[in-house]
Structure formats: structure tokens, C-alpha cells
């Protein structure tokens, strides 16, 4: 057990977590592509080409190269969703493909930093249009994720507004930070990936959360705790009913959700533009 203890005397402080193979055991994104087959946005082909992708982003083997051109390949095949029928598909499969696939120990983690009286964010590259909804179910207080654009028809361009990346989010947690109050050396993070090293040492208690190998590497040498989650459950099983609906954060007001489609695949380049 974790000592998570507040000091509610002290400034406010806040615990941000990575989605995917941090909270989930799975890309949130990828998760949904038999749904968005089922809703005729995808093809047959699409669905086998993300299946693929999925295998390689939890085998923790896809390189730069191969990120790119899933990446672009993506991208181009959103283009032109209804972002109306992409929050209905989502709605309608979450609890079925989520709930199955959340950490035990993530759970007790959000409920633990509840308790103590610290925020819980949700920081992930996948698109709004899913982190939102299982930010929620998972009672998160706010949301960061990427954008994409929305057309004047209500669909996608397959343009990205704001990715929520490496980098970016370090500098969304700073801008929470000051628009909220956290204590930033108080305020604790956890991710799986080696690109999260700037959100981690943002603050005082990163942790290393089934980290990959560079993440392993950097943690050992840092001295970071790592932790290892592997216990899938049933969230509505497991956690009381959220304290409040969840928020959006600061970073991701003000425009149209992101693409379930797009997410962790793009590429460095592409997060030092957004």
C-alpha cells in the first residue's frame, strides 16, 4: 500500500495517470475497432490492420517508423466520421469492452487518491472522444487528451487540433497546475511508456507503472518506484459510484473531441507541432 496521505492544511495536489497498459490493459482506441466495423466506419481489412496494431503496441515492439505509417494510415481513415455517431458508438460499447479490461490495481490506486482528497486526471494520447467517457466511468475529476479537428459538417478532417503527447503533456499538467493550484513537487503521475518522462519528472512522485524498457531503464536509474498492475476487473465491481461526473481539463476545452481512431500512433514529430 502506497502512503497517500493528505496534509488537506497544504496546497492541492493531484495524481495524473496514463490510460493505456497504465489503467487498461489495452490501447483505448484500438479496443474499439470491432465496434466502429459494426458501424460501418471501418472495413473488414481496417479492423485486421488495427488488430495488428494492437499486437504491436502491447508487445511493446512498434517502432518509429512503424508508428509513422500507422499514424498517417489513421488519420487519413477518420476523415470524414460523423463525430456525433463516434460518441454513440462509444457510449454504447464502453462498459462491455472497458469495464473487462481495467487494472484492479489502478482502481485502488484512483480510489486511494480520491480519498486522500487529491484530483485524479486522466493524461492520454488517445482521442477525447474515448478518454472522456472512461474518464468518467473511472470518476476522474478531469481529462486531458488529443483533439482532432471538426469540419463545419460535424465530421472529422483528419487534421489534429492539439495532441496530448510526450512533451504536452508535461506542459498541460504545468498549465493545470497553475490554473488549479497543485503543488506540483506534492502531486504524484504513472505511466507505462518512456515518452512520459517529461510528465513524470514533472512531478514529485512519478512512478513506472508495467513500464516498458527504456521506462524500466530510466526508472532504475532515477530511483523510481515501479509497480507492476495485472489484475483485470470489473470497474462497476469494484469502485463506489464517482464523487462527480468528470471533468474536462483546461487543456482539452474548447473544441470537439479527438477521433478514437488517431491516438498514441503519431509520431514525435507530430507532438512537437502540436
Not at 472497458?98 to 484492479?104: E, V
Amino acid at each position: 500500500m502506497l502512503n497517500l496521505v493528505e496534509n488537506h492544511s497544504s496546497p492541492r495536489t493531484a495524481a495524473f495517470f496514463d490510460l493505456d497498459k497504465t489503467v487498461i490493459a489495452k490501447s483505448s482506441t484500438l479496443t474499439f475497432s470491432k465496434s466502429f466495423y459494426q458501424g460501418g466506419l471501418i472495413n473488414r481489412r481496417a479492423v485486421l490492420r488495427t488488430a495488428y496494431a494492437q499486437f504491436v503496441f502491447l508487445a511493446g515492439g512498434a517502432d518509429h517508423d512503424q508508428m509513422e505509417r500507422m499514424r498517417a494510415y489513421l488519420s487519413s481513415l477518420c476523415r470524414g466520421w460523423n463525430v456525433q455517431q463516434v460518441k454513440e458508438i462509444v457510449a454504447e460499447t464502453l462498459h462491455d469492452l472497458i469495464d473487462p479490461i481495467i487494472y484492479d490495481e489502478a482502481a485502488s490506486l484512483i480510489e486511494e487518491h480520491h480519498t486522500a482528497g487529491r484530483d485524479v486526471v486522466i493524461v492520454s494520447t488517445s482521442g477525447a472522444e474515448v478518454v472522456e467517457p472512461i474518464g468518467e466511468l473511472l470518476g476522474a475529476d478531469r481529462v486531458v487528451a488529443t483533439r482532432m479537428v471538426v469540419g463545419d459538417d460535424g465530421c472529422f478532417t483528419g487534421e489534429v487540433e492539439y495532441y496530448a503527447y510526450g512533451p504536452t503533456k508535461a506542459e498541460a499538467i504545468q498549465e493545470l497546475a497553475e490554473s488549479e493550484g497543485y503543488d506540483l513537487e506534492r502531486c504524484f503521475a504513472y505511466s507505462d511508456s518512456a515518452t512520459d518522462v517529461p510528465m513524470l519528472e514533472s512531478v514529485g512522485h512519478p512512478y513506472a507503472v508495467n513500464p516498458d524498457r527504456a521506462l524500466r531503464r530510466e526508472a532504475l536509474a532515477r530511483g523510481w518506484p515501479i509497480l507492476d498492475f495485472h489484475r483485470p476487473v470489473r470497474l462497476k465491481q469494484r469502485l463506489p459510484a464517482p464523487r462527480r461526473p468528470a471533468l474536462v481539463a483546461a487543456a482539452a476545452v474548447g473544441a470537439a473531441a479527438a477521433t478514437a481512431g488517431l491516438v498514441w500512433f503519431a509520431s514525435r514529430r507530430r507532438a512537437a507541432a502540436g
